[in-house]
């Protein structure tokens, strides 16, 4: 549970659970009581969770562990498929294949060499876009947390790009940055935007920055907005330039929600398909993992669960790091409805 | 702070005066953010206006206006089928989103409610479950559909919706929940209603805005969705967001880039509407549980 030892507990007044001396008697048979209907109103969920996520997890894990059937380039027969242990896992991280010769180095241009430039890129575009999208974010939740006139016509109109499905987003920025395009047209340019490494992750930083900063700036407006206006006056009797007013008050009062949306961003941006299958079909350096797993789907199912089972646990692995050493606690600001300390 | 040395009439002058300053900087941010944010938005929509032969016309406003690019959309004679692709959108986003609230609803109820052992384990399971990766699953769900034969059919795109949508209800309702004025509740119960009544009569017409919110958050979610899409769809079952991706042109290379931009407008105003009617309550579902 996640009662946590504060003496300012806003709802203590209701008293359930707020200090130790309520977990008497009367809790616990609370607790009990309200367990069981909690059981039957959480357990429909589950099972339906429990179908859709945990049984192709496992699935998946389980046929990451089988040979894809195939021919076998050693013997040239046909291979029905089998056991293969963890085979599929060495496949990829290694970047090993079957060759006529055994096993060798996956020869340049196949799938089986891509899986660390892919993660390469999947972590490059992560960090550049996630950074991009928390400075920017930032500015934009300062100002729309300003009262002045027309400030809910700028809070909608920055729900416009987050509406806008990606696939839409990848074709409309495709258009943009096309050879006659707006964009050259508009700088004066002539660059190839899709057809080269540089231009071509740039174009989906963009994309991808225009989509969803509006999303990050709303989590960060959420976050100033709990701050009380007394700190700032407070602040600001006290003598406080703004730039300390920012960073001894605004920043660590807003870091809880800050994380939270740093986490949810880099999550979201570590899955990255929509934008880079779109505008690059992951040509020129912009094959991130999402794209690496679905171009194997179609050559061997049972390499491709290996590799989305990698992608999952390099996704867990960052979200665990999160919540461990950076404090970005999303369970307990889901918990705790009054987020002010 | 030096105000106090000064006069008092002439320290509200410069206070004034820097308070101008200050506004004018806030409305000149603001300008430039509504302008990012919108300005492609509004290039798409003057492309899908403009003649094909001025495709790459720089004009910025509307020029040479048509509605060829939107007769090309619903056209059939070059193998798209939109309007198919709309209802078959339509058809699993709806679908998606009225099984995530049926099973959500109850979920959030007893996660915002009710005091019992594992709740936070089912939290930090369902926005676990949010953030998974959607490859994670197509490949398993893509063997087993070709298996049992339901590949390209619509519940074979609705069942792996779910899985992001139900976490995203039970999340977001949760936190809408647990700011609502429960005592209420408790009041019903004492002047004689039993919970479930007290829930009917009270709590649900309290609850609907909150349930109509994360409604709308689902539907764009599932609406949207294209990864899933893309790969266990067939021709019969395709959704607008993978019709518009692979938009078959006249040329075969050459992107039908006005078609293109007509058909993306068609996708995108309803939900930009949506967006501008209800732009309040959209964003206290996507905040929910920071905002009081």
């Known amino acids: 549970m996640s009662m946590q030892a504060e003496p300012l507990t806003r709802r203590g007044k209701k008293g359930t659970g707020a200090g130790p001396e309520n977990k008497e008697v009367g809790q616990d048979r609370k607790q009990k009581t309200q367990g069981r209907a909690a059981a039957l109103l959480i357990i429909p969920s589950m099972i339906v969770l429990g179908i859709v996520i945990v049984y192709p997890v496992v699935d998946a894990i389980v046929m990451s562990l089988q040979k894809d059937a195939g021919l076998d380039p050693a013997t040239g027969s046909f291979v029905a498929g089998g056991f293969a242990g963890l085979y599929n896992y060495i496949h990829w991280i290694l970047q090993q294949c079957n060759t006529p010769g055994g096993q060798a180095s996956c020869p340049a241009g196949t799938l089986g060499s891509q899986f660390w430039s892919a993660t390469g890129t999947t972590f490059l575009l992560t960090v550049i876009t996630v950074a991009l999208e928390t400075v920017i974010g930032f500015w934009m939740a300062i100002i729309m947390s300003r009262t002045f006139r027309g400030r809910s016509a700028l809070r909608a109109a920055v729900l416009v790009p987050w509406a806008i499905p990606t696939a839409v987003t990848a074709k409309l920025w495709f258009f943009i940055f096309a050879f006659d395009g707006i964009a050259n047209t508009l700088f004066h340019t002539s660059i190839l935007w899709t057809g080269s490494e540089v231009p071509a992750r740039s174009a989906i930083i963009i994309a991808d920055v225009w989509k969803t900063t509006p999303f990050m700036a709303l989590l960060i407006l959420a976050g100033l907005q709990m701050i009380p206006d007394q700190v700032y006056e407070a602040a600001k009797v006290d003598g406080a330039t703004a730039w300390q007013r920012f960073t001894q008050i605004t920043l660590p009062l807003v870091k809880p929600a800050l994380m939270v949306a740093i986490l949810f961003r880099t999550l979201d941006a570590l899955r990255m398909y929509d934008l880079p299958a779109i505008m690059t079909a992951g040509a020129n350096g912009t094959t991130t993992l999402s794209i690496l797993v679905v171009n194997q789907i179609r050559i061997g199912f049972n390499s491709a669960a290996a590799l989305s089972t990698i992608t999952f646990l390099i996704i867990f692995i960052v979200a665990f790091i999160f919540v461990r050493f950076l404090g970005a606690n999303a369970v307990e600001s889901a918990t705790n409805s009054g987020k002010v300390k | ?292």
């Open chain 2, 1 to 292: 702070m030096s105000v106090s040395t000064l006069d008092p009439r002439a320290a509200k002058a410069v206070a004034r005066r820097r308070e101008r300053w200050a506004s004018s900087r806030t409305y000149i941010s603001a300008a430039i953010i509504l302008i990012w944010c919108l300005l492609p938005f509004y290039w798409m929509i003057v492309t899908a206006f403009r003649d094909v032969g001025y495709t790459f016309d720089p004009t910025p406003w509307f020029t040479h206006v048509t509605w060829d690019n939107f007769t090309t959309v619903f056209s059939e004679s070059l193998g798209n089928h939109f309007a198919r692709n709309l209802l078959n959108s339509l058809i699993v986003a709806s679908a998606t989103t009225a099984v995530a609230l049926l099973f959500g609803v109850f979920a959030a109820y007893a996660l915002a409610r009710l005091e019992f052992r594992f709740k936070f384990l089912v939290l930090g399971f369902v926005l676990g479950a949010s953030m998974f990766p959607g490859v994670a699953i197509v490949t398993p769900l893509f063997q087993l559909f070709t298996n049992i034969g339901w590949f390209g059919t619509y519940q074979a795109l609705i069942i792996p919706n779910i899985s992001f949508v139900l976490p995203l209800t039970v999340y977001t309702l949760t936190s809408f929940f647990r700011e609502m004025p429960w005592e209420l509740e408790e009041a019903a119960r004492i002047d004689g209603c039993t919970q479930g009544e007290a829930f009917r009569k009270v709590i649900m017409p309290l609850a609907a805005p909150a349930v109509f919110t994360t409604a709308i958050l689902a539907f764009i979610g599932a609406w949207n969705e294209f990864l899933i899409a893309s790969q266990l769809s067939s021709e019969a079952t395709k959704t607008v967001t993978v019709a518009i991706a692979y938009f078959a042109g006249s040329q075969p290379h050459q992107e039908p880039y006005t078609a293109v931009m007509a058909a993306g407008t068609v996708v995108t105003i309803p939900l930009v509407i949506l967006v501008l009617v209800f732009q309040r309550k959209i964003v206290a579902g996507l905040t929910a549980g920071a905002v009081k």
